[in-house]
């Protein structure tokens, strides 16, 4: 049997979904398609996503009348962050003779080189992706070019007009503008049940979006490193066992306020009463962490504790870091594109054994350069931070 699987977040389903699976029914004569939910995207806060109850209601009605398009809790059951690697696994384990197909949107084609095991899903399926003939064409033919050279794939594309619906759009507005984007029956259902009103309001932005933003505000060097700690961050985690998404979103937004001035990054600190020391504020550059965490969560909507508390301390590094807080501390200081630090080559080989090993060893070379430069101040953090991991590498 030919499966095709469209997943997502459907916070709620609307009208541009189920042509995308009537189309892929049709332009590669699949024997069905399954709308398969994810309980949460890594990069979005949970509790901000209409419950999975509802958003599995609006699914079934609205495919209730819909041949050869069905729902699928597969992924819902498991009430965690899901992968889509390990789903076709698995999937693949339970019907080992069936075809799958993975079906995405131009938002998703153009961050899957980022995604968790990418190789993984074009095992167990084959991409098919829905090209609009719209201005996203262009870039989007070229990620398709690059996964299929990377990855010695042929990506199927489904051909289809634009339609001017989104699920951030119906969240974010009246009732009476978004009646023709959804199903009828969801449509009422959503009126019904009062879903998007104030304080359900998902506004997180999703990984290509802000990948966009950032390589119009900063400069062309400081974009390549922050793809450079992205990608290092999201291979560690995988290592270490950590979530690659949210290690790649965080690496991602480390140095979302880097391109600011000392005076604005002093400003955004005192007008939103985040803490700054002695230090930072003789030294405004330190504070970058501090206001790129509250950018994260301001302008691009983050609100994953775990993510933004990464984005303060990937500079000094602080006292019993996160598994998640080494990553991105490590990733910025070791990613490839750096070239000046000392023993990188050391420093990157042990990047796949041991973390605390790999953090103190990058604090320490820190704290060396730091003493021998007569213009460069120590922040305390730093220091604590050294002192903390020496202690746990001496009693080893």
């Avoid at 390990?86 to 153009?110: C, Q, W």
């Avoid at 301001?298 to 598994?323: C, F, N, P, R």
């Avoid at 991105?328 to 990047?351: C, H, M, T, V, W």
Wanted: net charge negative; glycine share 4%; with cysteine.
């Amino acid at each position: 049997m030919k499966v095709g699987i469209l997943g997502g977040t459907f916070d709620p389903i609307h009208n541009a979904h189920i042509e995308i699976a009537k189309e892929a029914l049709k332009q590669f004569s699949l024997d069905k398609v399954v709308i398969m939910p994810t309980p949460y995207p890594p990069h979005k806060d949970k509790n901000r996503i209409t419950s999975n109850f509802h958003r599995a209601n609006m699914i079934r009605l609205a495919l209730k009348d819909i041949e050869n398009v069905f729902f699928s809790d597969f992924e819902l059951n498991k009430q965690d962050t899901t992968y889509t690697a390990d789903t076709l696994n698995m999937l693949k384990e339970l019907h080992p003779e069936d075809e799958f197909y993975f079906i995405l949107g131009s938002d998703s084609i153009a961050s899957f080189m980022s995604w968790y095991r990418p190789d993984v899903i074009l095992k167990y399926s084959r991409l098919l992706a829905v090209r609009r003939e719209d201005e996203s064409s262009n870039v989007m033919d070229e990620k398709i070019f690059e996964i299929e050279h990377t990855f010695h794939t042929k990506v199927g594309i489904i051909s289809m007009n634009s339609m001017a619906v989104s699920s951030s759009f119906i969240r974010t507005h009246e009732y009476s503008q978004i009646e023709k984007m959804v199903p009828e029956v969801v449509f009422h259902y959503i009126k019904e049940n009062k879903l998007y009103q104030d304080d359900n309001i998902n506004i997180a932005w999703s990984v290509n979006k802000i990948t966009e933003d950032l390589q119009k505000k900063l400069k062309k060097n400081r974009f390549e490193h922050t793809l450079g700690v992205a990608k290092t961050a999201k291979k560690m985690a995988e290592i270490f066992h950590v979530n690659p998404n949210k290690a790649y979103l965080a690496g991602l937004l480390h140095d979302c306020a880097k391109n600011l001035s000392d005076r604005e990054l002093l400003r955004i600190c005192h007008e939103n009463n985040l803490p700054i020391s002695d230090t930072e504020e003789k030294n405004p550059y330190l504070l970058h962490g501090k206001a790129g965490a509250y950018l994260a969560n301001t302008q691009y909507g983050i609100t994953d504790e775990e993510v933004l508390s990464a984005i303060v301390w990937h500079t000094t590094g602080k006292e019993d870091m996160s598994d998640l807080e080494k990553i991105i501390f490590s990733a910025d200081y070791i990613e490839p594109g750096r070239n000046k630090q000392p023993n990188l080559e050391k420093l990157r080989k042990i990047a796949k054994t041991d973390l605390d090993l790999l953090v103190y060893n990058i604090l320490k070379d820190t704290l060396t350069y730091l003493e021998s430069s007569k213009n460069k101040s120590i922040d305390e953090n730093t220091v604590n931070a050294y002192k903390f991991y020496k202690k746990i590498i001496d009693e080893r």
